[in-house]
C-alpha cells in the first residue's frame, strides 16, 4: 500500500481535513452512523471518504420512501468504516495523526488477512454464497489499496 495519508488531507480553502467518524441524518429522520468523513478545521466543510460513498449511496438508495430502520450503521455494509470505527474505538492516539494513520493501516492488514482465512474456510466447505460474500468484502479493501499504490 503506497504510504499517502489516509488521516489528512487539503480542502478546497486550504484549510486541512481530518478523519473521523460521523453521523448523517438523512431526509430528516434516518439516522446513519460510524460514517468516516474527512472535517475542514477552518470551513467546517465535510466529505465522505473515496473509500465508503459507493456502499453509502446503495444504502440510501435501498431505503426507499418508508425505510424498514430508523437507525443504520455503515460499518456493518462496508469494511473500510468497520476498520476505522474499531481502530477509533482502541483508544487515544497519544502519537498523533502518524500513529493513528500506523494503526489504520495495521487494522486494514489485520482484516484483510482475517477475510483471506474466511475465504479459506468457505473454500474448503465449498461454500460459494460464503465465498462470494468474503471476497466482495475483501475487495472493498484490497480494490482500495491497489487504486492507491499505483
Given at each position: 500500500?503506497?504510504?499517502?495519508?489516509?488521516?489528512?488531507?487539503?480542502?478546497?480553502?486550504?484549510?486541512?481535513?481530518?478523519?473521523?467518524?460521523?453521523?448523517?441524518?438523512?431526509?430528516g429522520k434516518i439516522k446513519i452512523t460510524h460514517v468516516p468523513v474527512y472535517t475542514c478545521g477552518v470551513c467546517?466543510?465535510?466529505?465522505?471518504?473515496?473509500?465508503?460513498?459507493?456502499d453509502l449511496g446503495e444504502l440510501i438508495g435501498e431505503m426507499g420512501e418508508h425505510p424498514a430502520k430508523l437507525h443504520l450503521s455503515l460499518a456493518d455494509?462496508?469494511?473500510?468504516?468497520?476498520?476505522l470505527k474499531e481502530t477509533f474505538s482502541s483508544g487515544f492516539f497519544h502519537g498523533g495523526i502518524s500513529e493513528l494513520e500506523e494503526s489504520i493501516r495495521s487494522?486494514?492488514?489485520?482484516?484483510?488477512?482475517?477475510?483471506?482465512?474466511v475465504y479459506r474456510v468457505a473454500g474448503d466447505l465449498a461454500?460459494?454464497?460464503?465465498?462470494e460474500e468474503t471476497a466482495q468484502r475483501l475487495s472493498q479493501l484490497t480494490l482500495q489499496?491497489?487504486?492507491?499504490?499505483k
Open positions: 500500500m503506497k504510504k499517502d495519508n489516509l488521516v489528512k488531507k487539503t480542502c478546497g480553502c486550504g484549510g486541512v481535513m481530518t478523519i473521523h467518524m460521523h453521523t448523517l441524518i438523512y431526509s467546517a466543510r465535510y466529505e465522505p471518504l473515496p473509500f465508503i460513498k459507493r455494509r462496508n469494511e473500510w468504516a468497520n476498520v487494522a486494514i492488514q489485520s482484516r484483510i488477512d482475517l477475510l483471506l482465512d461454500d460459494l454464497k460464503w465465498m489499496c491497489t487504486k492507491s499504490a
